[in-house]
């Protein structure tokens, strides 16, 4: 096989550079004004390479939306694997779940400016479907928490609630305008804190 | 003095339907998308009507931000006067910017959509003056809570971030596209699991 010339092995081929100029103009200019000519324009494409992609600028935008789903999906064995105490587990899906975010900030960026944002006409998208996930792997690992005496009985909806917000928090403090003001490391202590409580005993 | 007539009494002044139809706009269309012309329709005013009150369609904005803020600081009085142990007034005080919040929803949305959406060309705005605010109070109670033997010693910033986490999560659960899943009354089940800790003792 002979070896990749320079430019096959540094410059992402077509299909991926529509991927990251659509992500990069539906971040910083939005859905609606960014349109099909100048998405292809940012990859160094012509628009039939756009259509035999995608078929279209909201296939494009749900290819982005799907893939970081899937990306989501095929990390769950890992974070979900490690052995420990419960709350070891936690702070490790939370500490993964995390860094994945920290490392795909755009399409976090994205995500959060389409939900949160001014309707824009992008094709709807489920989004809540990668939460409920979220929210059943923690209820599991509560319930298991709760079952070998190492959490104690109560609300495992409140619980779960209780775990997530710690994990919200500082996924939404990385697209603040300021320097963020929680780190990685804030998620292991206020975890913990959450583990043993506030209260003086 | 005359009784109000039914116009007077039932219809908010031209100053007022500017606010409101440019926060409706605001949210709904976005700020680049709403023109001073559309604005000044939905309220059912002229443009020199909109001038003489705000100057601008900036100056609109800012009118709204600025307002927004001055409500949360007329609140901290009310908020922060509960007597109690700190773990009641903590509680009182997230359940009272939860109120507010759900009451000004339409406004909490529009600053969700500036911060997180797109950039739009909206004037700039510190939004974080209001979050710093809210900060200070709860670090104040913290450190009560320390001195007072209420709570454990530990890091006042972390123990802060766990409580502006429930916070956080329950007025973010508004703004969801579902049903919101958390209501007024987990803030306070999910601060009580905080304080007490989940761990068995």
């Not at 410059?11 to 991926?16: H, K, L, Y």
């Not at 910083?28 to 998405?39: D, F, K, L, N």
């Not at 893939?67 to 070891?88: C, D, I, M, N, W």
């Not at 939460?131 to 609300?155: P, S």
Request: charged share 20%.
């Amino acid at each position: 096989m002979p070896a990749k010339t320079r430019t096959e092995s540094s410059q992402p081929d077509a299909r991926e550079r529509l991927l990251n100029a659509a992500l990069v103009l539906f971040t910083q200019r939005g859905y609606a004004a960014s349109s099909v000519r100048e998405i292809c324009a940012a990859a160094g494409v012509t628009k039939p390479v756009l259509y035999y992609y995608f078929n279209s600028k909201e296939g494009l935008y749900l290819h982005l939306m799907e893939e970081s789903y899937a990306l989501f999906v095929s990390l769950v064995p890992k974070l979900t694997s490690y052995t420990g105490t419960v709350r070891q587990r936690v702070i490790h899906l939370c500490e993964g779940i995390f860094d994945t975010s920290t490392q795909k900030l755009d399409v976090v960026r994205l995500i959060y400016s389409i939900y949160y944002g001014t309707p824009q006409g992008a094709p709807a998208y489920n989004f809540d479907r990668c939460y409920d996930r979220l929210l059943e792997i923690i209820v599991g690992l509560v319930r298991e928490g709760i079952e070998q005496g190492e959490f104690r009985a109560g609300d495992v909806g409140d619980m779960t609630w209780a775990i997530l917000s710690c994990l919200n928090v500082a996924i939404g403090g990385q697209l603040s305008h300021c320097p963020p003001r929680i780190d990685r490391t804030a998620i292991a202590r206020i975890l913990t804190l959450l583990f043993d409580g506030l209260r003086e005993k």
